[in-house]
């Protein structure tokens, strides 16, 4: 114990050191590019006046007394006469703002060139709750990725898994693991060593690019630490303690320090509020929750109607390796996000949406089929990839759960809500933090809902015969230990021992154990099990905010149960349609996905709206009721059908004109009161902080 309490605090330490030694190292690359910038301002910088009014500082403007501001002049002004210089007045009116990133000034402006991002690593700082916790989840998952990568690439062509397999009994097992190791592996060629020494290659430079992103990602942490404490006046021990609020000390703070002038952001006349600043943040979120309520998303296969929506890998991880796709594929457009359905419609759809200055481009929703060749060459892609990225992924899998698993004996883990149903629930300009609060709740309801229906009645039987041939076989193997323990590690049942077999008996008790139900979940007479089915189902939806009216007085129905089932999944039932996913995403992407161009182009058309000073957001998320409202909810449109008005093409083609077709052409509205929904939400949220 006293070893193992060593090692513990060395590995403690040594993770403590690396962290501080990354900080350093972006603190140091945070400085020299901001010198880098100075010095660069200085060479560059002809007409100091223009620069400053282009950025709407008035060249009268009074200049605050500090010394941070640096006021310079050329040289050769300074050594000749005021009237050579052209200024009859003999006065110096240069002033050096050295550039829109943020900096320790205490001159008010903190102008920054790219307001979503600024937004973004702000929010991100407040998510995870300060740098330091930044950090920490950064190095978590690149300690994870390379010893992932190092034990499966040790398991797969180190072991000699032949002599390994050959150990049945003492006699003929080698005495030490050293022994069944293989020294050189690589030194005759073999198809399987091409392959391992390209899985190699190809995560380790994926680990690499996640490692530069992780350096990023702190860069922009440490712009968002300083905006926390020196302009905000939040510490991160306050953070971290969760007594800061994102709407009430955030957002009204630097709505406030905007308006009197303390810290001005945004220039150009750009106007701020809580609304345009999570439109910003979730420019692209608030796509994806449209094209999920809208079914514009084909993500079913033939003689299926279960949607295969799950991400291969974790976020970070997903768009690291992209990267490194695109650098050994060569093609950088089309070849991106391919890791999972999820990404692979990210980025064929949204990430391409948009240019530098936020507008959504012309080319995205005039050319449909470049959309279509995206959606097949990115599952090509995924067809190339799929063996080792199914390999990785079944590695990080069984690693990350297999203890958990074998300690709780909850063989089918948790039950999650699905990715899709996620999307599903989503609300426009919903921050995540707020959405994960809300669906937190969600999950007692769920389950009191599905454990009133108990168990089929087959299901339930079959449950009984493995818990008694278990519990059968258990109390014997049980009685022979306690006999002797020697009996079960060499009387064998074939080739193996009954040591082996207790496992497997172990395993058929408890499977069989989760098929049974609980007394409670039987009917009884004074019970109306249909009303408790249908308030249980309103109680979910309390939480969810997805209510269809399919669904309405009806939670009782097999069709409504085996939806929602559909929703909520054990932790083992998401992970096979993960890998389900891998096999199927070359056809979803290929086929069905292609299919969606021409709807989803039209729709991003019709329901585009340009907010003042920042550029094209998803026309719901503006709440503008004029155009996007919908009358017909809230149990309205049972037994209904949305009107059909055409195609947004043939209204262009009649018209000739792009933009009066969009603007006569009528709105699409999203379904299920979401709109109205997320409106209600939102102003709640604005109310507590006032």
């Not at 620069?51 to 009074?62: Q, S, T, V």
């Not at 709440?623 to 409202?629: G, L």
Request: glycine share 6%; with cysteine.
């Amino acid at each position: 114990m006293e070893t193992a309490g060593r090692l513990a605090r060395t590995a403690a330490n040594e993770v403590g050191r690396f962290a501080h030694v990354v900080y350093e190292a972006g603190t140091a690359a945070y400085h020299q590019q901001q010198e880098r910038q100075r010095i660069q301002c200085q060479r560059t910088n002809t007409n100091p006046t223009t620069y400053l009014e282009e950025f709407g500082i008035p060249k009268e403007a009074p200049l605050l007394d500090n010394d941070y501001m640096d006021y310079t002049a050329f040289d050769e002004q300074q050594q000749r006469p005021a009237h050579q210089n052209g200024n009859p007045r003999g006065e110096n009116d240069f002033v050096f703002l050295p550039s829109f990133r943020l900096q320790p000034h205490r001159d008010g402006w903190g102008a920054v060139a790219n307001l979503d991002v600024f937004f973004s690593s702000l929010y991100s700082y407040y998510y995870h709750r300060g740098l330091i916790p930044i950090i920490g989840k950064g190095v978590v998952e690149l300690v994870t990725l390379f010893f992932t990568l190092f034990l499966s690439v040790f398991v797969s062509a180190y072991v000699d898994w032949k002599a390994l397999s050959s150990c049945i009994d003492e006699a003929s097992c080698r005495p030490t693991f050293k022994s069944y190791l293989i020294r050189n592996p690589f030194a005759h060629w073999s198809l399987w060593n091409t392959i391992v020494i390209l899985y190699i290659l190809l995560f380790a430079a994926y680990g690499l690019v996640a490692t530069l992103s992780l350096v990023h990602t702190i860069q922009q942490a440490l712009h968002a630490k300083f905006v926390f404490e020196d302009r905000l006046g939040i510490s991160a021990r306050k953070l971290e303690g969760g007594a800061v609020e994102w709407d009430r000390d955030v957002v009204s703070k630097l709505l406030e320090l905007q308006t009197s002038g303390e810290y001005r952001i945004a220039i150009h006349g750009q106007d701020l509020d809580a609304l345009v600043i999570a439109q910003r943040i979730l420019r692209k979120e608030n796509f994806m929750v449209a094209l999920f309520n809208r079914g514009l998303l084909d993500l079913t296969i033939p003689y299926s109607i279960q949607p295969f929506f799950c991400p291969s890998l974790e976020v970070r991880h997903i768009v690291c390796f992209s990267c490194f796709v695109h650098f050994v594929v060569g093609l950088t457009t089309y070849f991106h996000l391919f890791g999972g359905t999820q990404w692979s419609i990210y980025f064929c759809v949204i990430n391409f949406m948009f240019n530098h200055k936020y507008h959504i481009r012309p080319a995205f929703y005039l050319d449909p089929a470049a959309l279509r060749r995206r959606f097949i060459l990115c599952g090509i892609a995924h067809a190339i990839f799929m063996p080792f990225l199914l390999f990785f992924m079944t590695s990080h899998f069984g690693l990350q759960n297999a203890y958990d698993w074998k300690s709780t004996k909850q063989y089918l883990g948790p039950r999650e809500w699905s990715l899709s149903a996620k999307w599903t629930f989503r609300e426009l300009n919903e921050l995540p933090h707020h959405f994960e609060r809300r669906l937190s709740s969600s999950y007692k309801a769920a389950e009191g809902y599905l454990f009133l229906f108990g168990q089929n009645e087959v299901v339930v039987a079959l449950g009984r015969i493995l818990v008694f041939i278990g519990g059968s076989l258990g109390a014997l193997l049980f009685a022979f230990a306690a006999m002797n323990d020697a009996i079960l590690l060499h009387v064998k049942i074939a080739d193996w021992n009954l040591l082996w077999y207790a496992g497997v008996v172990g395993v058929v008790y408890s499977a069989g154990k989760a098929m049974l139900p609980t007394a409670e979940a039987q009917p009884r007479s004074s019970r109306n099990l249909f009303a408790e089915i249908d308030d249980a189902l309103a109680n979910v939806a309390t939480y969810t905010h997805h209510y269809p009216d399919t669904w309405r007085g009806r939670g009782w129905d097999q069709s409504t149960y085996k939806a929602f089932s559909t929703m909520f999944k054990y932790k083992a039932q998401l992970f096979m349609m993960e890998v389900a996913s891998v096999f199927l995403a070359p056809y979803i992407l290929c086929v069905s996905l292609a299919r969606c161009a021409d709807p989803i182009c039209e729709f991003v058309l019709a329901t585009k709206a340009d907010v003042p000073g920042a550029g094209e957001v998803c026309g719901y998320a503006t709440f503008d009721f004029d155009r996007y409202s919908d009358e017909m909810w809230e149990g309205r449109t049972l037994g209904t059908k949305e009107a059909m008005f055409g195609t947004l093409t043939e209204s262009i083609l009649r018209s000739g004109n792009v933009e009066e077709a969009t603007r006569q052409f009528p709105k699409p509205k999203m379904r299920h009161g979401k709109m109205e929904k997320s409106f209600f939400s939102f102003k709640v949220r604005l109310t507590r902080i006032t």
